[in-house]
Nanobody, 118 residues
């Protein structure tokens, strides 16, 4: 069974940084693009960022450009999201998801809570 396990969330002050990680198992990680998706309290899912299977191509939602960096280590089957200059509106549960293309996902992690507050 495919497993995606996020970690690294927490409480951070505005302007602070967090690094999220996603450990993948039970599938050939290097064959799949991966995405981070978030859900803020009372809102729907919002795509955050995508990275291609080899890591050579990354894309970001406009509000995250310049602040967030997605990366992956295919040797370690891990996905990461470095988040800098965090804002209160970044407060959400962050999920990693296996990407089938076209913003379609077939497996999700359990999510990790990020709270940005003073």
């Amino acid at each position: 069974e495919v497993q995606l396990v996020e970690s690294g969330g927490g409480l951070v002050q505005p302007g602070g940084s967090l690094r999220l990680s996603c450990a993948a198992s039970e599938f050939t990680f290097s064959n799949y693009g991966m995405s981070w998706v978030r859900q803020a309290p009372g809102k729907g899912l919002e795509w955050v960022s995508h990275i291609s299977s080899g890591g050579g191509t990354t894309t970001y939602a406009d509000s995250m450009k310049g602040r967030f960096t997605i990366s992956r280590d295919n040797a370690k089957n891990t996905l990461a999201l470095q988040m800098n200059s965090l804002k209160p509106e970044d407060t959400a549960i962050y999920y990693c998801a296996r990407d089938l293309g076209g913003r379609s996902y077939d497996y999700w992690g359990q999510g990790t809570q990020v709270t940005v507050s003073s």
